[in-house]
């Protein structure tokens, strides 16, 4: 293994305890890093390969970090999915830590900033990624799913861990599976005061193919929910390549679903 790590890690304890106002000094270099390698000493399953590479310098407090850093993997795979590189790099400036994150691989390209202000533990983000083409995803293609179309997602959240705000969109402007076509699908989703709310549609064409539902999740409490879902007559193939691949290829036939969750 020709990977390489220098860390040096200064830490001033209260009582033998890391308190929000202890100082800290944390420097990393490491290049050239097998993920697997890392896995293997964390006794972490998950099924990721690939090379780490990381340039980190921090000092501070954990309510005043000052900084930045950088941590590249190149050449990974996770699951089955060939990555063809994933950047995180962030900034300390004593009142916020503001992150950047870049994906890329064959289906496309995502982008995400990310800041977070550790004196009043909140943060604010967003995620983009356009364009991203379901063809080239070989999850999908190893269960025989013949998808075709764009994905393009957009996000924003902000607020605080206990009290999340959201407003998420994904829209595929036209999807293709197998020999019917669904036009217009938007999936969108908002959480406010503890509570989630998710649409689904879609524009039926001159076969009336649609997907539709809608749902009301509280994220407290009981997690009390109400949801609906319902489709036009759909072919059978996709959804048995989901569980069975290997016997979906010459499957044929139709199915509809309508469900109602309360």
């Given at each position: 293994n020709r990977g390489r790590i220098k860390f040096n890690v200064n830490l001033g304890l209260d009582q033998w305890a890391l308190r929000d106002s202890s100082p800290f000094q944390i420097d990393v270099n490491a290049s050239q890093l097998s993920v697997t390698d890392l896995k293997n000493l964390a006794g972490i399953q998950t099924p990721v390969t690939g090379?780490?590479?990381?340039d980190i310098s921090f000092h501070g407090s954990q309510l005043n970090p000052i900084g930045r850093g950088t941590v590249t993997l190149t050449q990974a795979v996770v699951g089955s999915e060939p990555i063809q590189s994933a950047n995180v790099d962030f900034q300390g400036t004593g009142d916020e830590i503001r992150t950047r994150v870049g994906l890329r691989m064959a289906a496309g390209t995502a982008s995400s900033n990310f800041t977070y202000f550790p004196k009043t533990k909140s943060y604010d983000?967003?995620?983009q990624a356009t364009g991203i083409r379901l063809d080239q995803f070989r999850t999908l293609r190893e269960r025989n799913l013949n998808l075709v179309g764009t994905l393009n997602v957009n996000a924003k959240s902000s607020g605080t861990f206990d009290d999340p705000r959201l407003e998420f969109t994904a829209q595929i402007p036209r999807l293709q599976i197998q020999n019917q076509t669904i036009d217009s699908i938007s999936l969108g989703a908002n959480i406010?005061?503890?509570?989630?709310?998710?649409?689904?549609?879609?524009k039926p064409q001159a076969l009336n193919t649609f997907v539709r539902g809608h749902g009301r999740v509280r994220l407290d409490g009981d997690y009390e929910t109400e949801a609906a879902f319902?489709?036009?007559?759909?072919?059978?193939?996709?959804?048995?390549?989901l569980y069975l691949p290997a016997q979906s290829a010459g499957l044929t036939g139709q199915t509809e679903v309508h469900a109602t969750v309360k």
């Open positions: 090379t780490l590479a990381a983000g967003d995620l406010a005061d503890h509570v989630a709310t998710v649409s689904l549609d879609s319902d489709t036009s007559p759909i072919s059978l193939q996709p959804l048995i390549a």
